[in-house]
């Protein structure tokens, strides 16, 4: 009984080491514009274009994304112009349920950028139940970079984007990149899973060899 024990403490611990990463990954898509970007421009808000560093979704950890900044202020934007209701809605869908736990906003141009927004996870695509997990002001003013802000840990497939404010002259907003962080939990490596299956063999070995003693 004992080897069991040993062997299931091991077999635990080696999987703990693979468990959980932040990382940060692409919404998707848009499903929903109230805002007034076009299609073109809701695509480089979700395509990870335009950006310094090779920011890899699913893969890169959100303490790795703070040093991509967007580098194109002019393309590879979610661009509005001469918004006069400012405000409006941005719906994405992230493909498949997520868990998410924060929101990463990245500036396209400082001087037209978002300000005041409100985050809502939904419970499908009409978006018609919301929940609000999070709330926020876009505090850094420099061109290109990119900004985290947390989010009440939430499961869900659709989350919507409100845009209370922007900071503009001209009233235009652009909108580098966004992109979510959140925990997931990673595949073991082949070498992990050697070990696992090392762990097991050990404590059958252990095993026999207390059965075989015991007979003696
Ligand atoms: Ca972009």
Redesign the pocket.
Known sequence: MKFLLISATVTIAILDSSAAADVLFAPGSVIGDTVGGDVNDQA????????SGSYVSGVTTTAEAMAIE?G?GSS???FVNNNATVNGLIDFDLQSVREITSLAL?N?NGSSRLEQFVVFAATDETFSSLTQIGSGTQSVSGDGLVQFHSLTQTETQFVRLRIDSYVSDQRQLRL??VAFGGNVAAVPEPSQIAAILVAIAGGGVICRRRRFQQDA
Do not use: I, K, P
């Open positions: 480089a808000m979700t395509n990870q274009s335009g950006l967007h194109n590879d934007s979610y990245w396209a580098g990149e």
